[in-house]
T-cell receptor
Framework: GAGVSQSPSNKVTEKGKDVELRCDPISGHTALYWYRQSLGQGLEFLIYFQGNSAPDKSGLPSDRFSAERTGGSVSTLTIQRTQQEDSAVYLC?????????????FGSGTQLSVL | GNSVTQMEGPVTLSEEAFLTINCTYTATGYPSLFWYVQYPGEGLQLLLKATKADDKGSNKGFEATYRKETTSFHLEKGSVQVSDSAVYFCALSSNRDDKIIFGKGTRLHILP
């Protein structure tokens, strides 16, 4: 597709279950970001992948959160043992190069609800 | 660490009013500054950016000037329209890493 694709668009899960969120960036984009958008909290940085460099994981809120990017393309964000406070919209974004100089293209997000 | 602070919303204005949304930042080095916009039901998109002090970014009638002396990047528009109703996010990217940090967003309502 032409844009950043995220799946699923909505995910409802029970507390304690694991979830996987997928991001398919724009072809050729080397930079990929994950953010979390909560009501009143804005966009919270989670993790950043740039090419083959080690990812910047400084925004992951706990060791229950992890992400990987296979083959420099698709990325998966995994949340283990979900908690109610994990409920939020998870946004993925990609850019052609270093995002400080290139604009970010955002996906539509995954709305995660933990019951 | 780096941070962005923007005025809390919601901001409600009448059509054709003058708009200012304040944004200030804290950063090491020389950051690039951005405004992103999220229209209802749509994804975030870049509105404008400035990469060095005194630069002015502009797009769709919106402007913001990178003020290093006041560490600010306020968003302005001279005459808003109903179609400008959206959530606006100020953001920065440090020149030391490419991590982009966003503010909490300001919801703007324009009344006809």
């Amino acid at each position: 597709g032409a844009g950043v694709s995220q799946s699923p668009s909505n995910k409802v899960t029970e507390k304690g279950k694991d979830v996987e969120l997928r991001c398919d960036p724009i072809s050729g984009h080397t930079a990929l970001y994950w953010y979390r958008q909560s009501l009143g909290q804005g966009l919270e940085f989670l993790i950043y992948f740039q090419g083959n460099s080690a990812p910047d994981k400084s925004g992951l809120p706990s060791d229950r959160f992890s992400a990987e990017r296979t083959g420099g393309s698709v990325s998966t964000l995994t949340i283990q043992r979900t908690q109610q406070e994990d409920s939020a919209v998870y946004l993925c974004a990609s850019s052609l190069g270093a995002a400080g100089r290139e604009k970010l293209f955002f996906g539509s997000g995954t709305q995660l609800s933990v019951l | 660490g780096n941070s962005v602070t923007q005025m809390e919303g919601p901001v409600t204005l009448s059509e054709e009013a003058f708009l200012t949304i304040n944004c200030t930042y804290t950063a090491t080095g020389y950051p690039s500054l951005f405004w992103y916009v999220q229209y209802p039901g749509e994804g975030l998109q870049l509105l404008l950016k400035a990469t060095k002090a005194d630069d002015k970014g502009s797009n769709k009638g919106f402007e913001a000037t990178y003020r290093k002396e006041t560490t600010s990047f306020h968003l302005e528009k001279g005459s808003v329209q109903v179609s400008d109703s959206a959530v606006y996010f100020c953001a920065l990217s440090s020149n030391r890493d490419d991590k982009i940090i966003f503010g909490k967003g300001t919801r703007l309502h324009i009344l006809p």
